[in-house]
């Protein structure tokens, strides 16, 4: 053994005694919810990290995949209660296995936002489509994507971009616009970290109106061009795979007229 192995770390050991149970806090955006407690000492708790799930907070079950990650940032000694900061989010693997499909096409993007407050994020997002899509059409879809993240990302403080996301308005606008590419099945935000916050930066309050509509210019090659004549039925598409035609043929049985007593009659005879 080596003589860095054998020196031991001289520090004053703490023993149970000595921690503390301390209430974890949400942020603003969460209404300063707590979600858990964790134990420790006050100089050991700033950093720790800790998740909790979306079903914790709506009481809805399609929440329930959806894991909101938080890291402290200050500790009160006095009231035993943290603060934390919101760094990120992740649905779980068996999801977004769900997602994709036989003969689906999985279009994929990763992208860093800024926002309005110079928030940093890292963004994951897919798109699924309903059959196989050409890759002129994933292209398109994928641009459309990156675009529309960036238009609410420059014009949302980091309250409402989480918002955002969390609670699915940046899906809706993506698929509303992507579908008119090619039928879409899901389009979801799968995850999402923050990467730097600036100095002084602080939570505000959300102000509740509703988001604005984004419209993006997108320029169509030809083979991804779809007229509204030539738009795919969905639903025609998915029954056509439901619904089977058999052939049928009619089956002639063939009866034996000849009786037993007829047959020993011949081997009589012979």
Not at 96 to 118: A, C, M, P, Q, W
Request: charged share 30%.
């Amino acid at each position: 053994m080596s003589q860095k192995s054998r020196k031991k770390i001289k520090g004053k050991k703490v023993s149970f005694k000595d921690k503390h149970w301390y209430q974890i806090n949400t942020p603003k955006i969460f209404d300063f919810k707590p979600i858990g407690e964790i134990i420790g000492t006050e100089g050991t708790l700033v950093g720790r990290n800790c998740e909790t799930l979306l079903y914790d907070f709506t009481r809805s079950y399609k929440d329930i995949s959806l894991k909101l990650k938080f890291k402290i940032t200050d500790v009160n000694e006095e009231a035993k209660k943290c603060n934390s900061v919101f760094i990120g989010h992740q649905n779980t693997n068996d999801y977004i296995r769900s997602l994709v499909g036989r003969g689906s096409t999985k279009i994929k993007t990763i992208i860093n936002l800024t926002t309005k407050d110079e928030y940093i994020y890292r963004v994951t997002m897919i798109c699924t489509t309903i059959k196989r899509a050409l890759s002129s059409q994933q292209i398109l879809i994928r641009k459309i994507m990156r675009e529309i993240l960036s238009e609410f990302a420059t014009g949302l403080n980091h309250e409402k971009f989480i918002a955002g996301m969390i609670y699915g308005e940046f899906q809706n606008q993506v698929k509303r616009v992507a579908k008119t590419i090619y039928p879409l099945a899901n389009a979801v935000i799968i995850k999402s970290k923050l990467l730097s916050i600036p100095e002084g930066g602080q939570d505000e309050e959300v102000p509740d109106d509703q988001f604005d509509i984004v419209e993006v210019d997108i320029k169509r090659s030809r083979k991804s061009e779809i007229r509204r004549s030539e738009r795919i039925n969905v639903k025609k598409l998915v029954n056509r795979n439901r619904k089977k035609t058999y052939k049928t043929t009619p089956i002639t049985p063939t009866i034996d007229t000849k009786s037993k007593d007829t047959k020993s009659k011949d081997t009589n005879s012979g």
